[in-house]
Every structure is written in structure tokens, then in C-alpha cells.
Nanobody, 120 residues
Framework: QVQLVESGGGLVQPGGSLRLSCAASGTTFFSIYAMAWYRQAPGKQRELVAAISIGGTPKYADSAKGRFTISRDNAKNTVYLQMNSLKPEDTAVYYC?????????????WGQGTQVTVSS
């Protein structure tokens, strides 16, 4: 079973940047999975932030377009989320997961997530 470990979250001021990482283990087939980042703010449902296809094609939620960049390194079994120009409304727990690229729906099991707090 694929295990996912997110890291890189923290407290940042509005306008700042963070780079999240998601390391996958328990599989030698990482390169054949589409991957995605999701987030869940307090009191809200988990939502898709960005997804990346097997071939590396990204897509983004409207809230992330122009500010966030998803990427992957198949040699390291890792997917990244570079977040720039952060806003208080980006505050949430961020999770990665294997994804159905077409629908953005998560496919695998959830990790523990990483907390991102944007506040002055």
C-alpha cells in the first residue's frame, strides 16, 4: 500500500511563500500515478488545490492559479507544491494523494497532512 508523508508547512506572513513536499513509499510505480494536493480549512470540506498528470501536466483550482505550482520528481517519488503570494484564506491542512486526474478525485489513503498558517 502506498504511504504518503507531507511536509513543509508552517507559519508564514501574507505574501510569503512555502514549498510543500509529499514523499511516497511502498510503491515502485509512483511514475504511473497522477497526484494531487488538497486542503481542508477549519469547518470546511477538503478541496482540490492542484493536480499533476502522469506526464507532468498540471491543473489548478481557480484559487491557486497564478500563485501555486505543482511539480513531481519521479526519481524521488515526490510531488511538490510551491506556494507564493500566500493569503490568510490559504490557511488549511494540506494533503497529497493519488488522484484521478480527469476528475480530481482522490484515490488512495490520506496521510497526516501538513499545516499551513498564513497570518501576520
Amino acid at each position: 500500500q502506498v504511504q504518503l508523508v507531507e511536509s513543509g508547512g508552517g507559519l508564514v506572513q501574507p505574501g510569503g511563500s512555502l514549498r510543500l513536499s509529499c514523499a511516497a513509499s511502498g510503491t515502485t510505480f509512483f511514475s504511473i500515478y497522477a497526484m494531487a494536493w488538497y486542503r481542508q480549512a477549519p469547518g470546511k470540506q477538503r478541496e482540490l488545490v492542484a493536480a499533476i498528470s502522469i506526464g507532468g501536466t498540471p491543473k489548478y483550482a481557480d484559487s491557486a492559479k497564478g500563485r501555486f505550482t505543482i511539480s513531481r520528481d519521479n526519481a524521488k517519488n515526490t510531488v511538490y507544491l510551491q506556494m507564493n503570494s500566500l493569503k490568510p484564506e490559504d490557511t488549511a491542512v494540506y494533503y497529497c494523494n493519488i488522484a484521478n486526474y480527469a476528475t480530481g478525485s482522490p484515490v488512495g489513503s490520506w496521510g497526516q497532512g501538513t499545516q499551513v498558517t498564513v497570518s501576520s
